[in-house]
């Protein structure tokens, strides 16, 4: 039987593009070698035409940040019924805002960090919050903008308030844990596995150390106590469901085993479009569950839907 016609949308306009960029010529690559017709799309503000002419049978959303992570992407695919990957509208929209997240989150029982939202303005020479405590942009994500602010520290962050920020005016302030950090993929309504993230040479897991080869080592899967690691997994699929995801997530934690065995594990945010780059955590949590890459795309394209 002919296989779909498959656009990957790709690259964008946001500070992620480079990023997107990747993922998205990877995810055509695997998909064209599945025997899927493939057609790359580098989306601009036309993008709405350009999907009128080509009629995909599926969209494949490789955009990441603003306008292809935020819900703006999904509504052009649903107003012109285009089955798309990845979560819908309303979804993409709550998981995008860090604040609206992370109430829902709560209010299913998840752990969580405190936290309060201010405008950048506002911050001035006063701690918002007593240090430690991160400072990071309510609706980016490849870590752009997030600062940490260590015990000691006189003052809050001067880039807060300069015209060099770029990632808007209201920013979470969020109490630092210290510890280890995990990530778990969700695949469908099935976790498929946690892994450890280790920074190599960046105090957090930063833009580089995400997509710098060598920039991180990933243990998965990780090597954490049996009872932490389901408590990861059941915390991402409980998650996924309460923001209304579907298609493929990624949840990320925090841990901290300093005090005691149990320690206190903390729920940071989940990725409605998680990155799918060579050095990418998805696809290699989804090979140590034994599916490939072409595999999990495969699945991803023949899960596209509207309306869902």
Same mark, same amino acid.
């Given at each position: 039987?002919?296989?779909?016609?498959?656009?990957?949308?790709?690259?964008?306009?946001?500070?992620?593009?480079?990023?997107?960029?990747?993922?998205?010529?990877?995810?055509?690559?695997?998909?064209?070698?599945?025997?899927?017709?493939?057609?790359?799309?580098?989306?601009?503000?036309?993008?709405?035409?350009?999907?009128?002419?080509?009629?995909?049978?599926?969209?494949?959303?490789?955009?990441?940040?603003?306008?292809?992570?935020?819900?703006?992407?999904?509504?052009?695919?649903?107003?012109?019924?285009?089955?798309?990957?990845?979560?819908?509208?309303?979804?993409?929209?709550?998981?995008?805002?860090?604040?609206?997240?992370?109430?829902?989150?709560?209010?299913?029982?998840?752990?969580?960090?405190?936290?309060?939202?201010?405008?950048?303005?506002?911050?001035?020479?006063?701690?918002?919050?007593?240090?430690?405590?991160?400072?990071?942009?309510?609706?980016?994500?490849?870590?752009?903008?997030?600062?940490?602010?260590?015990?000691?520290?006189?003052?809050?962050?001067?880039?807060?308030?300069?015209?060099?920020?770029?990632?808007?005016?209201?920013?979470?302030?969020?109490?630092?844990?210290?510890?280890?950090?995990? /990530?778990?993929? $969700?695949?469908?309504? !099935? #976790? %498929? &596995?946690?892994?450890?993230?280790?920074?190599?040479?960046?105090?957090?897991? @930063?833009?580089?150390?995400?997509?710098?080869?060598?920039?991180?080592?990933?243990?998965?899967?990780?090597?954490?106590?049996?009872?932490?690691?389901?408590?990861?997994? /059941?915390?991402? $699929?409980?998650?996924? !469901? #309460? %923001? &209304?995801?579907?298609?493929?997530?990624?949840?990320?934690?925090?841990?901290? @085993?300093?005090?005691?065995?149990?320690?206190?594990?903390?729920?940071?945010?989940?990725?409605?479009?998680?990155?799918?780059?060579?050095?990418?955590?998805?696809?290699?949590?989804?090979?140590?569950?034994?599916?490939?890459?072409?595999?999990?795309?495969?699945?991803?394209?023949?899960?596209?839907?509207?309306?869902?």
């Amino acid at each position: 039987m002919k296989k779909k016609h498959v656009a990957v949308l790709m690259g964008g306009f946001s500070s992620e593009r480079p990023v997107s960029l990747s993922s998205g010529t990877a995810c055509a690559d695997a998909l064209e070698a599945e025997g899927y017709r493939v057609t790359r799309v580098d989306v601009d503000r036309d993008i709405a035409r350009v999907l009128g002419e080509l009629k995909p049978d599926v969209a494949f959303n490789a955009l990441h940040g603003p306008y292809g992570e935020d819900g703006t992407i999904q509504g052009v695919l649903e107003f012109q019924a285009i089955p798309y990957t990845h979560s819908g509208v309303l979804a993409s929209a709550l998981a995008m805002d860090k604040d609206l997240a992370k109430i829902l989150a709560r209010a299913v029982g998840i752990p969580v960090a405190p936290s309060r939202i201010v405008n950048r303005f506002e911050i001035g020479d006063v701690h918002p919050m007593d240090p430690p405590y991160v400072v990071k942009p309510v609706n980016e994500g490849s870590s752009f903008g997030v600062v940490i602010v260590h015990e000691g520290q006189s003052h809050p962050p001067q880039i807060l308030g300069s015209a060099e920020w770029g990632y808007g005016e209201r920013v979470m302030v969020e109490r630092y844990v210290h510890g280890r950090e995990f /990530t778990c993929a $969700v695949m469908g309504e !099935r #976790a %498929l &596995g946690v892994s450890e993230i280790m920074p190599v040479g960046h105090s957090f897991y @930063d833009y580089d150390s995400k997509y710098a080869p060598g920039g991180s080592k990933h243990e998965c899967p990780a090597k954490i106590s049996p009872n932490i690691y389901q408590k990861i997994e /059941t915390i991402s $699929v409980t998650a996924h !469901r #309460a %923001l &209304g995801c579907r298609g493929v997530t990624r949840s990320d934690f925090r841990y901290d @085993d300093r005090f005691s065995e149990e320690g206190e594990l903390i729920w940071l945010e989940i990725n409605t479009q998680p990155g799918m780059t060579p050095t990418s955590l998805v696809p290699e949590i989804a090979a140590a569950a034994g599916i490939g890459f072409g595999e999990l795309l495969s699945w991803m394209v023949e899960d596209a839907s509207c309306s869902r």
